[in-house]
């Protein structure tokens, strides 16, 4: 006899524990990909590598990273979330440990670029998304906009420990610590995160009743994620959360959080000195995203998207003339925006996803968004290293993507109205035998 879920009487609801593990995952994560922007020189160094080689394998991994979130997000209906999380985490941790004895600028390729980018893309915003959807139909907003914070503040609040290990000890035993580490967090997520309410036999935070049951309507996870692009392809809509997410990416993780410690560095600011600032970064994003997030359950998510992109372009035009050897005070202005503003897109962008696209294929379609962010992150990564290589400044590349905000911001807009549907062919498709 099947016995129906019933609403949890514990004081603390498990959607609040499984919320913990998945934080766990994601700023894990989101600190193995961190250890990129402040390698890079020590590798050069001691390897004799070009910033073009670096720079490279960094685009393959930001590519990679987004490339396989809709993919994953199918994986992670099929398969299970644990199943897939713990995999990834296991995938980063070997291939971790095997960067400290690499001597071939492939081996950097395969290891950073490949392996893991595509662990790390298994733990993206998509894991957030689809965590926050199963296990909270109360408090969505605010719940993804935690996961949020925590995937780009374990980005960037770590940077300044690799730094000084990069310095200290040296990069290898940065990269070293970061294999224990993601090693650790496998075995944590195995033991603890669970796939869905009805696992335990409880409902989401703030039901009442039962979600309605799931069908299958794909034969395999990739057919779900092809199937769902499809589909989304043919509306407005997503292209226009598409492009503003590319620019998203473009201009966060390919711009700033992969170049800015270099950058600060032609200025004769030490490199810990910059990698703390991103530091600061981190912790103003916690408080952007999460207040992000509250405000998305409670205002058109248009318009707010329009804002950060506006303001973003206007806070990059200034980046150049603010760089100097030492922290001056306009610099630390620059740096609390950007911290507030740095994913508070990612809220309204998967409240958009699911107003669009509904609860069963919002996951999906924000993954294929999300891999729109990466590329437009791997793409920046490697515009703004030809421009440093070619002028020998990143003036042009703040420039470039202070021009791309601007257009995002009036994407945004374009976006149709909320209660405006959607209309597709829901076609089904054909399952295994």
Request: glycine letters at 10%.
């Amino acid at each position: 006899m099947t016995t129906q879920p019933v609403p949890a009487r514990r004081r603390l609801h498990p959607a609040w524990i499984v919320a913990v593990v998945t934080l766990g995952a994601l700023v894990a994560g989101a600190a193995f990909r961190s250890s990129t922007g402040v390698l890079l020189e020590p590798i050069e160094r001691e390897l004799g590598w070009s910033r073009a080689t670096t720079s490279g394998a960094v685009s393959l991994n930001l590519v990679l990273y987004g490339v396989v979130a809709p993919f994953a997000a199918a994986l992670m209906e099929s398969w299970g979330v644990r199943k897939v999380v713990t995999i990834a985490l296991a995938v980063v941790g070997i291939a971790s440990g095997m960067t400290i004895v690499m001597t071939q600028p492939w081996q950097l390729w395969l290891l950073w670029g490949l392996l893991i980018g595509t662990g790390t893309g298994a733990m993206a915003l998509v894991l957030g998304a689809i965590v926050a959807n199963r296990w909270f139909d109360e408090r969505r907003g605010l719940v993804t906009g935690l996961f949020s914070a925590a995937n780009a503040t374990g980005q960037l609040i770590f940077l300044p420990l690799i730094a000084a290990a990069a310095e200290g000890p040296g990069w290898r035993y940065a990269a070293g610590v970061t294999a224990v580490l993601a090693l650790l967090m496998a075995a944590l997520v195995a033991v603890f995160l669970r796939d869905r309410p009805a696992d335990i036999g409880t409902l989401p935070y703030g039901a009442t009743e039962p979600p309605p049951p799931e069908v299958r309507r794909y034969a395999n996870p990739a057919s779900q994620a092809l199937a769902v692009l499809r589909r989304a392809s043919r509306t407005w809509p997503f292209w226009a959360l598409v492009l503003t997410f590319f620019v998203c990416g473009w201009s966060t993780n390919g711009l700033v959080q992969t170049h800015f410690v270099s950058a600060a560095h032609d200025h004769g600011m030490p490199a810990t000195t910059a990698a703390g600032l991103l530091a600061v970064v981190g912790i103003f994003d916690l408080v952007g995203t999460v207040a992000s997030g509250w405000l998305t359950d409670r205002m058109d998510s248009r318009y707010l998207l329009a804002a950060y992109y506006g303001l973003r372009g206007l806070s990059l035009l200034t980046v150049h003339e603010l760089l100097a050897s030492t922290v001056q005070p306009a610099l630390w202005v620059f740096i609390v925006f950007y911290g507030l503003d740095w994913v508070a897109t990612v809220p309204p962008t998967v409240a958009l996803c699911r107003q669009f696209y509904g609860s069963e294929d919002s996951g999906v379609v924000f993954g294929w968004t999300y891999a729109s962010h990466m590329i437009g992150a791997g793409i920046g990564a490697s515009v703004a290293g030809g421009i440093r290589e070619a002028t020998g400044s990143y003036h042009g590349a703040w420039i470039v993507a202070a021009g791309l905000c601007v257009v995002a911001c009036v994407c945004a807009l374009t976006i149709p109205r909320r209660g405006a549907p959607v209309r597709f062919e829901m076609a089904m498709e054909p399952s295994d035998p």
